[in-house]
């Protein structure tokens, strides 16, 4: 198959052609900033759910796991049980409390409940930072799909990515954006699901892959990994998961706690749906090629050579839907952030809704451009890029969310200097001690995540309580806009 | 699992998950329950 393939011509033509409808339909649908950020409080379960998923779901789910598991088999997969204990806390302590509370940016809740400008400002300018990075690993893993399987130049992908999840992002906001991501979530598991006997068949079926992949190396069908590499991955994940901010908004966006909670369990069913299969046509794809130059073909051979060109245009559009759906959801909250965080808070606090809606929309095209400079550059690759990113977030945002929801004690003070500590903790342990993990076993987001809870209960008992009318929202009766 | 082609953490893996969902939506089933009487209360 190549780049103009009919085939995938027509399946990409129509898919867009989807995605530009709903986004139009979304923009008029697009009234104020509720609308653009929350959807107006509609989103249901299953939407809900699949929104959940396709944020997950990324450029390094195609690629970069499901070369992991090409080259180091089964084990891997276990990892998912650390994002689900992540999905768990927060379904537990986090999004109930979130949605009663019922904002519009995750900044907005630091700035309510720590009662402090100071606090909201810096989560917001943190968010854009780390979240910038993370469109980096998006924009080159575009780049490096569309010139190994097209010969299509890095640039040229990366500036069709940007353009079109800008567009239709800017245009329809929240709303749109959620039916668009189940439109994806939909295309991702058909994509993976139908590759499923293809892949099997290729290889005499489950059993015979086992055996053929086992004589390679016994540890693909066994435990590559160690329990404590696995456990530190898997905590790694589950830490960014539970307090992860392009999660945490859409909570905003549903019906009610009860969407929310039923959301997170559907999200949990398609992440392993595609998990499993992801791990089974890694394997699949060691099996048909066993010494592929670089793991990270794996997906993109399998999508143009061994399935039908249907069904790989459809695995293709799969790939870039992944991509998509998390560019899209990162640069909602980046935008919101600086739209509702900071330029409202900061620099117009006057502004109108309408202003708003244009500041919204321009800061996502602006906010985009960015890290497109950044991936032209090529900093690392990128699972490491993906990895780090959640690292990071965990370190300076786990304790805030996750200690901040469920202990009255802490305080303004406590927030900002946990975010600090976590932050700076993560980043001097990922340029220092953690090149020696295999000895010691200790990550660096461990270290993070660590450093904030210490520095957030020892500042928050030295300090002055939050006021009382700031902790009720919480804590206290369950206050907000809430319908459904 | 010999005979099987892999082992427990292969199969292992698809069983501890759906353990893992059917008791997540039990619970998220009976808290929306207990909500819904507090509700009517």
Redesign the interface.
């Known amino acids: 198959m190549t780049a103009d393939s009919p085939i995938l011509l027509i399946v990409t033509a129509v898919y867009f052609a989807i995605v530009l409808g709903v986004a139009v339909w979304g923009y008029f649908h697009t009234e104020n900033e509720e609308d653009f950020l929350a959807a107006g409080r509609s989103i249901g379960p299953w939407v809900g759910g699949a929104v959940l998923a396709a944020t997950q779901i990324s450029a390094g789910t195609f690629v970069g796991t499901l070369g992991r598991h090409y080259l180091t088999g089964?084990?891997w997969?276990?990892i998912?049980?650390g994002l689900?204990a992540g999905w768990?806390v927060s379904?537990l302590l986090v999004a109930p409390k979130l949605r009663r509370f019922g904002a519009l940016t995750v900044a907005d809740y630091v700035g309510k409940r720590f009662a402090s400008e100071g606090a909201r400002t810096l989560s917001a300018a943190l968010i854009i930072l780390t979240y910038t990075i993370y469109l980096t690993a998006q924009f080159q893993a575009a780049g490096e799909i569309a010139s190994a399987i097209f010969g299509i130049p890095p640039l040229t992908a990366m500036l069709a990515l940007l353009a079109s999840t800008g567009f239709y992002t800017a245009l329809g906001g929240v709303r749109s954006s959620s039916y668009i991501e189940f439109l994806q979530t939909v295309i991702m598991v058909l994509a993976l699901v139908l590759a499923l006997p293809v892949v099997i068949s290729h290889v005499g079926g489950?059993?015979?892959?086992?055996?053929y992949v086992?004589s390679i190396d016994p540890r693909i069908?066994?435990?590559w990994f160690s329990g404590r590499e696995l456990f530190a991955f898997s905590m790694a994940f589950g830490l960014a998961t539970a307090a992860a901010p392009y999660e945490m908004t859409r909570y905003y966006s549903m019906r009610d706690?009860?969407t929310v909670?039923?959301a997170?369990?559907i999200s949990?069913?398609i992440q392993?749906l595609i998990g499993?299969s992801v791990?089974i046509l890694g394997l699949g794809m060691r099996g048909i090629f066993p010494y592929l130059p670089s793991p990270d073909q794996a997906s993109s051979i399998m999508a143009s050579t061994v399935m039908s060109p249907l069904l790989g245009s459809l695995f293709l559009v799969a790939m870039m839907s992944a991509i998509m759906s998390t560019v899209n959801s990162i640069l909602l909250v980046t935008g919101g952030a600086f739209a509702h965080d900071l330029y409202k808070r900061l620099v117009n606090p006057a502004a109108t809704e309408r202003r708003l809606l244009l500041v919204n929309r321009l800061s996502i095209v602006v906010l985009g451009v960015v890290p497109f400079w950044f991936a032209m550059q090529k900093f690392g690759d990128v699972q490491a890029i993906v990895v780090e990113q959640a690292k990071f977030i965990a370190s300076f945002f786990f304790v805030p969310v996750v200690l901040g929801l469920n202990w009255r004690r802490g305080t303004k003070e406590g927030a900002i200097w946990s975010m600090v500590a976590g932050f700076a903790g993560c980043l001097v342990w990922t340029f220092t001690l953690q090149r020696s993990f295999a000895r010691h076993g200790i990550d660096s987001a461990a270290v993070g995540v660590a450093l904030s809870a210490i520095t957030f209960v020892l500042v928050s008992r030295a300090t002055k309580p939050t006021p009382a009318e700031n902790l009720r929202i919480f804590f206290g009766p369950e206050v907000g806009p809430e319908r459904g | 699992m010999n005979?099987?082609?892999?082992?427990w953490?292969?199969y292992g893996?698809?069983a501890?998950?759906a353990v893992?969902?059917v008791l997540?939506?039990a619970w998220?089933l009976a808290?929306?329950a207990r909500?819904h009487r507090r509700d009517q209360r």
């Open positions: 089964v084990s997969i276990w998912w049980f689900w768990l379904a489950v059993t015979a892959l086992g055996e086992g069908t066994g435990w706690v009860s909670r039923r997170i369990g949990m069913v392993a499993g791990m | 005979g099987m082609g892999f082992g953490s292969f893996f698809f501890a998950a893992w969902m997540y939506f998220a808290v929306d909500d």
